[in-house]
């Protein structure tokens, strides 16, 4: 094996390639390591300041608040936006060629949501849902791109339905966009910018021959077949929808719980921001952003800092407890594949004693001669 390096016209050796490829490996293993690290000390640093200036009242009061009434409704609750998000993940996968049943997506879906919960940064769940379909499919590439789609399907609809919902009803992030409207235009320009400037280099990438180009088409026809498929949008909207409202039904059930009476009209905007929050990727199985946006909204509401920050914290036991299925899923699993390596494996059986066999080999191809040379025994 042969590498040009950009820039130079002396070819790599194999021993050269292979060290060059390992430290490219390294670098890309340690900007994955640093980037997980503040992805958790950024949850970390967002709930130790929260609990140094609201002190530690308000997570105490969190799970004091919390009854089996309540668990019940949000454990139902997180049922409804379980099934419809492994639905969700069906249409993508099958729009665009994999084969993904709704049991199946069902069980796996409550797999990465207690992952999820679980374990720190909050998308291990999600990872590991699409290495798993991919292996199992056969294409991990593609497994992985569509759970990726997937969840792009929701944020989206989560992100329109919240801007909308932010700048129609009167809220504290509408009334700073007023007291900065030039600058609120000004970001809204560059987003829309850098759209026009997205959709012109796919549009450039469209017959390009380059790896990048290549992938770039993929990622097209995949988005037009999973997600803007006649057979598939639809039902990804009124899913996305469906999982929307859910989230904003178990923070309200969260609110109710911890002794906020505010209207549904006022909270609504409040607790958007929150879920719009938890898309920063800061946090610690979900905690962090969350509970600073609840905290800041409320303030800036006319509200108490402290009880917005009890609902986040009533809201992030309410979806853990929703998602303790995964739990079961995973000891389920683990269990399967314990009894599956203790079964033992078949052994041919022995043959009959006093049996001979006897096994038929072609005869071998005498030696060419080659003229002129003289055949030395191996002895002399």
Same mark, same amino acid.
């Given at each position: /094996? ?7 016209? &002396? ?13 490219? &490996? ?22 130790? +300041? ?57 069980? $796996? ?16 769940? $999600?990872? $590991? ?20 789609? &997937? ?99 178990? +923070? !309200? ?9 505010? #209207? ?11 879920? !719009? ?16 946006? /609840? ?8 509200? #108490? ?14 979806? +853990? ?29 022995? #043959? ?7 096994? !038929? ?16 025994? #191996?002895?002399?």
């Amino acid at each position: /094996m042969w590498i040009f390096l950009p820039g130079s016209i &002396e070819p790599l050796g194999p021993d050269a390639a292979y060290r060059t490829l390992r430290a490219t &490996e390294g670098i890309g293993n340690v900007t994955r390591s640093v980037w997980a690290w503040v992805r958790v000390s950024g949850g970390a640093a967002i709930i130790a +300041f929260l609990a140094w200036r609201l002190g530690t009242g308000a997570f105490v009061e969190g799970l004091r608040v919390i009854d089996g009434a309540t668990l019940a409704t949000a454990f139902g609750i997180g049922v409804a936006t379980t099934v419809f998000s492994a639905w969700r993940w069906c249409l993508v996968a099958r729009g665009m060629g994999l084969r993904l049943p709704l049991p199946a997506a069902v069980a $796996d879906y409550y797999k990465a949501l207690f992952l999820n919960a679980a374990l720190p940064g909050g998308v291990l769940g $999600d990872v $590991d849902r699409a290495v798993q379909h991919g292996r199992d499919t056969g294409d991990v590439g593609r497994g992985v791109r569509a759970v990726v789609l &997937e969840r792009t399907a929701g944020q989206i609809v989560a992100v329109t339905v919240g801007i909308a919902v932010l700048v129609t009803v009167p809220s504290p992030v509408l009334s700073r966009l007023r007291e900065h409207g030039p600058g609120a235009a000004l970001a809204a320009l560059t987003v829309a910018g850098a759209g026009v400037v997205v959709l012109l280099a796919c549009r450039r990438f469209r017959h390009g021959t380059s790896r990048v180009a290549r992938a770039a088409r993929t990622g097209l026809t995949e988005i037009r077949t999973g997600l803007l498929a006649k057979r598939s949008w639809p039902g990804v909207v009124l899913a996305s929808s469906v999982v929307l409202a859910g989230h904003l039904a178990t +923070f !309200l059930v969260a609110a109710r719980a911890a002794g906020s009476d505010a #209207s549904l009209l006022r909270l609504a905007p409040l607790m958007l921001l929150a879920l !719009l929050a938890m898309a920063v990727p800061l946090n610690i199985g979900g905690w962090g952003p969350r509970e600073g946006a /609840m905290a800041w909204a409320f303030a800036a509401a006319g509200l #108490s800092a402290t009880q917005g920050l009890t609902i986040a914290v009533v809201y992030g036991l309410l979806a +853990f407890v929703a998602a303790l299925p995964g739990a079961v899923v995973l000891l389920a699993r683990a269990a399967q594949r314990t009894t599956q390596r203790a079964v033992p494996q078949p052994v041919a059986p022995a #043959s009959a004693a006093g049996k001979v066999v006897v096994v !038929l080999l072609p005869p071998a191809a005498p030696e060419p001669v080659l003229p002129g040379r003289v055949l030395v025994p #191996s002895g002399a």
